[in-house]
T-cell receptor
Framework: DVKVTQSSRYLVKRTGEKVFLECVQD?????MFWYRQDPGLGLRLIYF???????EKGDIPEGYSVSREKKERFSLILESASTNQTSMYLC??????????FGEGSRLTVL | KNQVEQSPQSLIILEGKNCTLQ??????????LRWYKQDTGRGPVSLTI?????NTKSNGRYTATLDADTKQSSLHITASQLSDSASYIC???????????FGRGTSLIVHP
């Protein structure tokens, strides 16, 4: 089975802190995604990576950066966390058939 | 701009009843359409995939339909169970982009 693992299910951080969200997939997928999910807004794309060290901005990249140094790992970085970044963050990788495989999500609260 | 609209936004039904969720899309060129189920606090999981040539596909009590002419899809749930309570998300892939387009989802609550 494909497995996408997000490092933290729940995080509580303070305004201004640097936050790292890690995502690892075990199926050698080239494409990986970071989304945030908010009530009533659905999933919104933050960043997308189509290969190692390759990345593209999604719909809402402001305040975020990403890193993909190895194929299996895609990290989301909040350089200076703000309260409006309180959200559920979902990582996904895409298989050859186009199906997205999601992690369990990381619920971030910024105080 | 590619868009996916889902209706209703939320739905409450009694256990054992049937229901139908709708998805309208304006995505071009169309590649495929997937329905995902997202349980509370979990990541979405794919239920079905519909390609251009497919009209109907079943996965247990879930049946998806696709009308490529009107750009509409539906997900029908038969004999609902409490475990069907979840958010159902319609996702359309375009042949011209790496990035799929998501609907905002339908929240389904099944009451005993």
């Amino acid at each position: 089975d494909v497995k996408v693992t997000q490092s933290s299910r729940y995080l509580v951080k303070r305004t201004g802190e640097k936050v790292f969200l890690e995502c690892v997939q075990d199926m050698d997928h080239e494409n990986m995604f970071w989304y945030r999910q908010d009530p009533g807004l659905g999933l919104r794309l933050i960043y997308f990576s189509y290969d190692v060290k390759m990345k593209e901005k999604g719909d809402i990249p402001e305040g975020y950066s990403v890193s993909r140094e190895k194929k299996e790992r895609f990290s989301l970085i909040l350089e200076s966390a703000s309260t409006n970044q309180t959200s559920m963050y979902l990582c996904a990788s895409r298989g050859g058939g186009g199906e997205l495989f999601f992690g369990e999500g990381s619920r971030l609260t910024v105080l | 701009k590619n868009q996916v609209e889902q209706s209703p936004q939320s739905l409450i039904i009694l256990e054992g009843k049937n229901c139908t969720l709708q998805c309208n899309y304006t995505v071009s060129p169309f590649s495929n359409l997937r329905w995902y189920k997202q349980d509370t606090g979990r990541g979405p999981v794919s239920l079905t995939i519909m390609t251009f040539s497919e009209n109907t596909k079943s996965n247990g009590r879930y049946t998806a339909t696709l009308d490529a002419d009107t750009k509409q899809s539906s997900l029908h749930i038969t004999a609902s169970q409490l475990s069907d309570s979840a958010s159902y998300i319609c996702v359309v892939a375009s042949g011209g982009s790496y990035i799929p387009t998501f609907g905002r989802g339908t929240s389904l609550i099944v009451h005993p």
